[in-house]
């Protein structure tokens, strides 16, 4: 009945005003949440495996990881910050979070971008 009086008088009922503001909440809540999709960072995670001699390496390495435009010879594109990282190694295993910063990515510098091949070389020291 509510309904059908609120349509003949022209105005809103309950239902619709409810209906609006939960709709209102929800589409605020959506976009506040997408907002950080679009702010993309430059660090991302690196695993690797580490052998020395031939034999997977257990311990702690300092890592020095680099960005190359070619997986062997070729010229460094960009070094890591920070430029020397600590890793635990276990059974050759080791994963590093990485990051070149983005101007290789937006300056062409680094041709990965382009589908040409680059490399992360690493150099270490270490000990178990």
Request: with cysteine; proline share 7%.
């Amino acid at each position: 009945m509510a309904l059908d009086t609120a349509r003949k008088q022209g105005g809103v009922s309950p239902y619709m005003r409810k209906t609006t503001v939960l709709g209102a909440a929800l589409a605020f809540l959506v976009l506040s949440t997408l907002q950080p999709a679009f702010a993309q960072g430059t660090v991302f995670t690196y695993q690797g495996r580490l052998s020395q001699n031939g034999v997977p390496f257990t311990g702690f390495a300092e890592i020095a990881p680099t960005l190359w435009d070619a997986a062997s010879g070729g010229n460094p594109v960009a070094t890591n910050n920070p430029v020397t990282l600590m890793v635990s190694v276990s059974n050759g295993l080791f994963t590093a979070s990485l990051d070149f910063g983005s101007a290789p990515f937006t300056t062409g510098a680094a041709p990965s971008v382009w589908g040409m091949p680059c490399a992360i070389r690493i150099a270490f020291q270490g000990s178990s």
